[in-house]
């Protein structure tokens, strides 16, 4: 007599409860109400790009939103955002060099949007020019300290460097700028 054995195939994974859906999607948008205009300032810093900065802040929550399962913490949620909007910032620059290479430009001539040169004064502007001329690794290094005032751990965890590392660089691109800006005078 033979047993009647059905095969079981493996179940697919569950999906994820559409309580912990809610639950990202409050906080996600918690986190974006209180921090976004922030990082958008921080990237127009480094981007001197209202548009490209929205975009990349906007894809940085988006990916918090999609990666919020994993988070060991839900502190640690900011961190996971600024992160991304500085690794976004460094894509974007990078696209762009390679966009001037393959054009054939030398530079690129941006001009700021109407209202952005309504809101920044004559003054800020050229210390924004002169923080943008810098290298990226400088410039990173003095809009986390000096513009988000982070301290010189969370630089370095943003940063994916040592914090000697964070100090060498802080240090050589406060020289740099203040030899830009007194040229520039």
């Avoid at 195939?9 to 205009?37: C, F, K, M, N, Q």
């Avoid at 700021?112 to 800020?124: I, M, R, T």
């Avoid at 630089?155 to 691109?173: F, N, P």
Wanted: net charge neutral.
């Amino acid at each position: 007599m033979k047993a009647n054995v059905t095969e079981v195939s493996p179940l697919p994974p569950e999906p994820e409860p559409p309580a912990r859906r809610t639950g990202a999607a409050e906080a996600v948008t918690a986190l974006y109400e209180a921090h976004a205009l922030g990082l958008i300032r921080l990237a127009v810093v480094m981007l001197g790009d209202r548009p490209a900065a929205e975009d990349v802040v906007q894809e940085a929550f988006c990916g918090l939103y999609r990666r919020w399962h994993a988070l060991s913490e839900e502190a640690n949620a900011l961190a996971y955002v600024r992160s991304s909007v500085i690794n976004g910032c460094r894509t974007a620059l990078r696209r762009r060099v390679r966009q001037l290479t393959l054009a054939g430009f030398a530079e690129a001539g941006e001009a700021d949007s109407p209202e952005s040169a309504v809101l920044l004064g004559e003054e800020h502007r050229q210390v924004l020019l002169a923080i943008r001329s810098l290298p990226s690794r400088q410039r990173e290094a003095l809009v986390l300290r000096y513009y988000l005032d982070l301290d010189e751990a969370q630089i370095a965890s943003c940063m994916q460097v040592s914090r000697g590392t964070v100090k060498s660089t802080t240090s050589r691109a406060l020289a740099a700028l203040g030899r830009i800006l007194e040229d520039q005078s």
